[in-house]
């Protein structure tokens, strides 16, 4: 089994302090958040295995204080980029439920249409543009969104959302280095759930501590705890006052992820002790028993938030099932590449060639004509 440093022994060597907020309603709204991404994730994993959703699909659990932290301490117009594991992200764009669950689900009333589904989200009006299923593939685009702002003059900021392994991709390095040089209005955020796929991150990166690697481009950078929506929106909003002002920004939360790396990964690579530990770094739990020690959450309001949750959930399936499936010849409507030579462009069920009449002389071995 491969070397690995828990999550609790990599929050201990966090640097950032911890800060109370007085505000209950605050606080209980994280919880609720917390908890309806939990309950959407889950009952996506269900769907998948139904065969109601097709493609990848890679959820948030054990994401969802990092998640909620971050969405909260943006604004309305920041731009946000993630990778493909982005369903809490929608959520915490405030974009309904049943337009993200429609999406998973491929059909025409999800916010990509249905042409996009689980790692392709796309909101427009949400400012969240993707959901990228290429590792590291969000980060160059949304270094170019922040140049633009920059260029516009504008005082919004990016916020560029991405997992622990794609720190090791050469398009991250180049992307920091443009940024600092540039100074571009931008937050990396690099959400250390421990692994790529099945890879530990010591495993994978010549220096684990990934916040360490802003160093290298003079850019300011911290570490906080991701199973604490508190911690992870102060940092966050450090972060982006930071990157407002002209100085980029690296953000790492450090949190598990609780399953495997999509829904059909049995995670094999973990011991059954392993497994077993991961329990303890439940956010949604640990935050619950604190705002119950605190008197903030009774036992009736930790059931009524998740029925509520479910509900919203349940709603969500139910606009997802009674949306159409996106017309066939739709598909082409929303590609972003412009034609190609000999790129038929074809829509499923026609032939790739026209065939040729049979004993036609012109006729390749490949049935093809010449
Ligand atoms: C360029 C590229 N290489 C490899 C893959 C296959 N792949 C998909 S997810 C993944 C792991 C990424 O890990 P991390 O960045 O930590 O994100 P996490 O899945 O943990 O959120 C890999 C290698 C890919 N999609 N794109
Ligand atoms: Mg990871």
């Not at 606080?27 to 959703?53: G, K, N, P, S, W």
């Not at 504008?154 to 560029?160: D, L, N």
């Not at 006052?241 to 100085?247: C, I, K, P, T």
Request: aromatic residues 8%; negative net charge.
């Amino acid at each position: 089994m491969a070397t690995r440093t828990s999550a609790a022994k990599r929050r201990t060597e966090t640097p950032t302090p911890r800060t109370e907020t007085r505000d209950t309603d605050a606080l209980l709204d994280f919880y609720r958040q917390m908890v309806l991404i939990r309950r959407f994730e889950e009952r996506a994993a269900r769907a998948y295995t139904q065969a109601e959703i097709g493609g990848y699909c890679h959820l948030n659990l054990g994401e969802e204080a990092t998640v909620t932290g971050l969405m909260s301490a943006m604004d309305p117009s920041d731009y946000l980029f993630t990778n493909y594991r982005e369903h809490g992200y929608a959520i915490g764009r405030n974009i309904a439920p049943g337009r993200i669950m429609a999406e998973l689900y491929g059909r025409r009333d999800g916010v990509s249409k249905g042409w996009g589904g689980s790692m392709h989200l796309f909101d427009l009006e949400a400012r969240l543009l993707g959901g990228y299923g290429i590792v590291g593939g969000q980060v160059p685009l949304a270094t170019g969104a922040a140049l633009a702002i920059d260029y516009r003059g504008g005082t919004e900021a990016v916020v560029c959302v991405m997992g622990d392994g794609t720190t090791n991709i050469g398009a991250f390095h180049e992307s920091l280095n443009i940024a600092a040089l540039w100074n571009l209005p931008i937050v990396y955020v690099v959400v250390n759930n421990g692994l790529g796929m099945g890879t530990t991150v010591e495993k994978a990166a010549g220096e684990p501590e990934l916040y360490k690697r802003a160093a290298s481009y003079r850019m300011p950078s911290a570490r906080v705890d991701g199973n604490d929506p508190v911690a992870v929106r102060e940092a966050a909003l450090a972060a982006l006052a930071s990157a407002r002002s002209g100085r980029p920004f690296l953000l790492e939360t450090v949190s598990e992820r609780l399953k495997g790396h999509s829904v059909v990964d049995p995670a094999k690579y973990r011991t059954r002790d392993e497994a077993e530990a991961l329990k303890a770094a439940d956010p949604i739990a640990a935050f619950a028993v604190r705002l119950a020690a605190d008197g903030l959450l009774t036992d009736e309001l930790i059931t009524e938030i998740d029925a509520d949750a479910m509900h919203v959930v349940a709603d969500a399936v139910a606009f997802a099932e009674a949306s159409p499936h996106p017309s066939v010849d739709t598909l082409f409507d929303y590609t972003y590449a412009t034609p190609v030579p000999n790129d038929s462009r074809r829509l499923p069920g026609e032939p790739l060639f026209t065939p040729a009449p049979l004993g036609s002389a012109s006729r390749t071995s490949n049935g093809a004509s010449a």
